[in-house]
């Protein structure tokens, strides 16, 4: 529901940036209905240097449920909410001119130092790792290869389990062996990942299917 500044108990917030407290919805002309009415309504601006960022908005089925304890509680909400905005929107204000850097970064960190490997990598510990935070690089990394960070890890751990089941000095690994070296935690996700990526089970691939069948690989 898109409601302009002014309009409803919500716009009108917005515009006075100060909270409003309805007892009765049902005596309240500027009520916009939603789904259903209920009857009790509390809107709380979020604040942060003086700037408005979005207000929070909580209604209830009976009459009179909100009191000025709700409000001071949600006061509060609302100002350490602004707070996290003002902080998420601080990390994220890197123009994206730096993606250069940082996807080159991100690059050599999945292709010379093999970080896809280890099964327990994460969003944040990567983002850590590159002094930014983490809406930053899911952006980066969507950008880089159209899908999101687990897809992407996937598709490095899927080129590095293919060229150690193609490599003779790999003979002697066994799948689950060859899979946990690449990143995956288990055959089996192992195995999902791989034939989802390549069409091939690791098994086939290593018998010469994936040769057999010129063509296939990773999917985009």
């Known amino acids: 529901m898109k409601i302009k500044v002014g309009d409803g108990i919500v716009g009108r917030v917005a515009q006075i940036k100060q909270p409003i407290l309805l007892s009765d919805t049902s005596m309240e002309s500027r009520y916009i209905l939603d789904d259903k009415r209920r009857f ?16 929070l908005d909580f209604e209830h089925s009976e009459k009179n449920f909100f009191t000025e304890s709700h409000v001071l509680i949600f006061q509060l909400i609302a100002k350490l909410t602004g707070i996290k905005l003002e902080r998420i929107s601080s990390q994220n204000s890197k123009p994206l001119i730096n993606g250069v850097v940082y996807s080159g970064q991100w690059v050599r960190l999945l292709t010379q130092e093999k970080v896809h490997r280890d099964s327990n990598l994460s969003l944040g510990a990567m983002a850590d790792v590159l002094n930014i935070s983490e809406t930053y690089l899911s952006h980066l990394v969507n950008k880089l290869g159209g899908h999101n ?8 751990s899927i080129l590095d389990a293919k060229d150690m089941l193609a490599d003779g000095k790999y003979n002697d690994y066994t799948i689950l062996s060859i899979g946990l070296e690449a990143g995956f935690n288990s055959k089996s996700t192992f195995y999902s ?6 069409g091939l089970t690791p098994t086939g691939f290593r018998k010469g299917d994936g040769k057999a069948k010129k063509g296939v690989g990773v999917k985009h």
Do not use: C
């Open 40 to 55: 009790s309504e509390l809107a709380v601006p979020i604040m942060r240097s003086g700037d408005l960022l979005g207000v």
């Open 149 to 156: 960070f687990s897809d992407h890890i996937n598709h490095y």
């Open 193 to 198: 990942v791989f034939k989802k990526h390549t």
